[in-house]
């Protein structure tokens, strides 16, 4: 099994480009995460799903869309990006069927520059 | 007000050395506690959970105490290989929304020097 897919692994954007970081997931969990984490800092999160069609905001949602239209994929969308989205960015995913905390797989992060 | 709070690092120590990290957490709806290592430029990895019991891995003890929402990881003989950095997570309900979710420290980096 492949895990937890992110693609690009890096990528430059200039400000106000837009950006689509992909996240595949190929152990059908139900619950997806996406986390940024900035230099010296934890993950935050930014947005998650608990499935297919359900969306939600975490804690730092502003800049960023969303969406689940299948259990594999969770893209995330930077509109009009900006240089305080510099930042690497994780995807996570979980089966629903573990107790709260557990079973989480990492992608391997895409490396994003807002210039 | 931080949710998850660790130990300033760098920590720099010799190898063979005993370290130890603490973490206070605000949430004491917190459900349950993890160490994950993060070495550099990867994706965060479980280390152990941490139970209030007290639980150990070879070289790795990790404690939590509820009431002082406290969590603490010890390494004995440390490697070489144990540089990296630690991050202290919690789990627990998102706010606003139906689901739960990792909380994670800034992270606490180490060094073991040769």
């Known amino acids: 099994n492949a895990g937890v897919t992110q693609t690009p692994k890096f990528r430059i954007l200039k400000i106000g480009q837009s950006m689509t970081l992909q996240c595949t997931q190929d152990m059908n969990h139900n619950y997806m995460y996406w986390y940024r984490q900035d230099p010296g800092m934890g993950l935050k999160l930014i947005y998650y799903?608990?499935?297919?069609?359900?969306?939600d905001k975490g804690e730092v949602p502003n800049g960023y869309n969303v969406s689940r239209s299948t259990t594999e994929d969770f893209p995330l969308r930077l509109e009009l990006a900006a240089p305080s989205q510099t930042s690497v960015y994780f995807c996570a995913s979980r089966p629903l069927n573990r107790v709260s905390g557990y079973g989480y797989t990492f992608g391997s992060g895409t490396r994003l520059t807002v210039v | 007000r931080k949710e998850v709070e660790q130990d300033p690092g760098p920590f720099n120590v010799p190898e063979g050395a005993t370290v130890a990290f603490n973490c206070t957490y605000s949430?004491?709806?917190?459900?349950?506690f993890f160490w994950y290592r993060q070495d550099c430029r990867k994706e965060p990895k479980l280390l152990m959970s941490?139970?209030?019991s007290g639980n150990e891995d070879g070289r790795f003890t990790a404690q939590l105490n509820r009431a002082s929402q406290y969590i603490s990881l010890l390494i004995r003989d440390s490697k070489l290989s144990d540089s990296a950095t630690y991050l202290c997570v919690v789990n627990s309900a998102i706010s606003g929304g139906g689901a739960d979710g990792l909380t994670f420290g800034k992270g606490t980096h180490l060094i073991i020097q040769p």
């Open positions: 949430n004491s709806a917190s459900q349950s």
């Open positions: 941490v139970y209030s």
């Open positions: 799903s608990v499935g297919a069609g359900i969306t």
